[in-house]
């Protein structure tokens, strides 16, 4: 399983467009993908979960990737993250 | 004729017939169904065609009105595919052996539930995107997939839109928005800001009106917060006067943008804008304000169920402040009262909250509040120019008081290291006690700020809530104007500035009169900010 962490900037936090746009790139993903802070960790390939995180900016935000593709995958939504939230 | 009150999201006028939307489809559903496979497939086949409509409605809107909105319907569709929904609606109609339709009601209520639930208030406005999603589908179940017609111009009158509804409506159609729920931050609203055109929400309209009133005339007066149903002659010829001024003034607005607030003599006046919270921000920017000459605190404390924190109170304050970059910022200390309340606040009911426990009164009887908000000012303080300004004041030794419950917050967070700047101390002058010892209170502070609103209502005994007593109600009565006289000249014997945050500050038949007195700083909606300083810079 591979692990990132990341500090949300944006300062709308993660409102429903990058909650979209995190579940669209997180679906392309083939290993399990989940998004949260490390009590309240949700599947990121569903958007209702994920916005319900109502995460804001200076929010720590811990993504898990388990599976084939979890080191892929983790570049992948790691730079997701920087370039949107 | 009937006349209802609301909130104002955008200052325009329109006139217009009456369409009402309600917004569940009204039909009996079977709430079991025999047959759970058959179900299944129904609840598949309405999913897959309301993605389709989904999709259509995201390529019109992005093509009509660009990104944001279509992102909107971009995000229901996912929510429509969301495997949370999925699973919810696969148990309910397989194990429960509910009907397509009864589970898709349920689900739709479950999950706007839990949105509406959340504290953040963007989330929140989001639980209107799940039952948005959700009712479209039910639609499509029960074969109600219409369309709405509107009249050439339409005053929709509706609890809230669901978003999908605002897009999917004919929008040349739409002349105004009259809604009875909704916010600032509601799908509708950013629609109106967007059309330009009037829209109020949380207004008073009953329920009762349905839409057997479509076709009625209305009118939705956006500067003013008021939708007249039916209106009499007067209010309607009034009401067109007051379109052709604000296409006029629209017009010849823009060349004012940076301009200098000065008279043909000099005289030079600070425009200021009226806030309630960060989100009048755009407004404030846009429309070119000087400063903040009233920021309404207390809207950080309503509609909560707890105190806000001092750390909220701060990043609110700071980023008003930093938004601002140097423009001077005046916030008002906590201005509530039984006319204004939060449950939490544990005020009791009063037979006259006018005149009771209210403004700085509430402040001083909970020091824990009032020193809290006090700390979140000064820190904010460290990052522009902030000034305080006390309500409500009638007596020199509230705002004395006050003034060493200010000092003791700086001594404290100077002790603990927290940088703070050197805030004005000021007062808003609204009772008639405060204008007959101005002379005195002008001496303990650096600036008044007159609030007319109060002070009017104080002065001429009359309740702005009772419409029955409108005829008595005279903000030009000679009385204020005279009181007003009084406040300028007690400030300026004293050598302090006076300004008016009130209502009448925005009355362009006032400004010259209220120059004359004196009067250096005018604090207005942002609307107005333009209008008055072209006026200003014709005069001698």
């Known amino acids: 399983m591979v692990s990132i962490q990341y500090v949300i900037t944006d300062e709308l936090g993660i409102h429903a467009r990058p909650a979209g746009q995190l579940v669209k790139a997180a679906s392309t993903c083939k290993c399990d993908v989940k998004v949260g802070t490390p009590e309240n960790m949700v599947d990121a390939k569903r958007v209702m979960g994920v916005m319900r995180l109502a995460l804001k900016q200076g929010d720590t935000l811990t993504m898990t990737f388990d599976g084939e593709d979890e080191k892929e995958a983790a570049s992948t939504l790691e730079n997701f993250l920087k370039e949107n939230l | 004729m009937t006349k209802h009150y609301g909130k104002s999201i955008f200052p325009a006028v329109a006139i217009g017939k009456i369409k009402v939307i309600e917004n ?10 025999e047959n759970s496979e058959e179900q299944w497939q129904l609840l598949l086949e309405a999913k897959a065609e309301t993605d389709r409509q989904l999709e259509e409605l995201f390529e019109k809107t992005s093509k009509e009105l660009g990104e944001e909105l279509a992102n909107i319907i971009d995000v229901q569709r996912l929510m429509l595919s969301d495997g949370d929904l999925n699973d919810s609606l696969e148990e309910m109609i397989k194990i429960d052996s509910l009907s397509a339709a009864e589970a898709t009601k349920r689900a739709g209520k479950e999950f706007s ?7 953040d208030p963007y989330m929140k406005a989001r639980s209107a995107d799940v039952l948005d999603v959700t009712n479209r589908l039910l639609a499509q179940l029960l074969g109600q997939g219409g369309q709405t017609t509107l009249y050439d111009s339409t005053v929709i009158v509706a609890d809230d839109l669901m978003p999908s ?8 159609k739409i002349a105004a928005f009259a809604l009875r729920k909704g916010s600032a931050s509601s799908h509708t609203a950013i629609l109106a800001k967007s059309m330009s055109i009037p829209c109020l929400v949380q207004t008073d309209i009953p329920t009762s009106l349905g839409t057997e009133s479509d076709g009625k005339d209305a009118i939705v007066d956006g500067e003013d917060a008021v939708v007249y149903i039916e209106p009499d002659e007067a209010v309607l010829s009034e009401m067109q006067k007051k379109i052709k001024r604000l296409e006029k003034e629209r017009a010849g607005l823009e060349k004012m943008r940076g301009l200098e607030t000065i008279t043909k003599s000099g005289k030079k006046i600070s425009l200021n804008a009226n806030i309630g919270g960060v989100g009048d921000l755009p407004a404030v920017l846009s429309n070119d304000a000087e400063g903040i000459g009233l920021f309404r605190s207390e809207f950080l404390y309503l509609d909560r169920n707890n105190y806000p924190s001092e750390d909220e109170l701060f990043e ?7 938004a601002m970059d140097g423009k001077q910022v005046i916030i008002r200390t906590l201005d509530i009262g039984a006319d204004k ?115 009017t209502q104080y002065t001429l005994a009359i309740d702005r809530q009772n ?54 700083e005018l604090s207005v909606s942002p609307g107005y900010i333009l209008g008055l300083r072209e006026l200003i810079r014709e005069m001698a």
Not at chain 2, 476 to 492: D, G, N, W, Y
């Open chain 2, 341 to 455: 309340k939060a449950d939490y606040l544990n005020l009791d009911d009063e037979e006259n909250p006018a005149l009771g426990l209210r403004g700085i009164r509430v402040c001083i009887e909970n020091e824990a509040v009032f020193n809290t908000q006090l700390r979140a000012i000064y820190r904010a303080s460290a990052y522009g120019n902030v000034a305080i300004m006390f309500p409500m004041i009638t007596s020199v030794w509230e705002v004395k008081h006050c003034k060493e419950q200010a000092a003791k917050i700086k001594e404290q967070l100077k002790n603990e290291g927290v940088k703070t700047g050197e805030p004005e101390l000021g007062i808003m002058i609204e009772t008639p006690a405060a204008v007959m010892i101005s002379k005195d209170l002008a001496k303990e502070v650096a600036f008044f700020s007159v609030g007319t609103n109060d002070l």
């Open chain 2, 113 to 119: 539930e839990f949105f509406a639930s959340l504290d």
């Open chain 2, 165 to 172: 509804q605002t897009l999917t409506l004919d929008r040349k």
């Open chain 2, 24 to 33: 569940l489809p009204h039909q009996a559903i079977e709430t079991h169904a």
């Open chain 2, 316 to 322: 609110a304050y700071r980023k008003v402040t930093e």
């Open chain 2, 467 to 520: 419409s029955k007593i409108d005829r008595f109600y005279d903000p030009h009565h000679p009385a204020v104007l005279e009181m007003l006289r009084l406040i300028a000249k007690s400030a300026i014997e004293n050598g302090i500035w006076a300004g008016i945050c009130g209502e009448l500050g925005a009355d362009p038949k006032l400004t010259k009169s209220f120059i004359e007195m004196g009067y250096t």
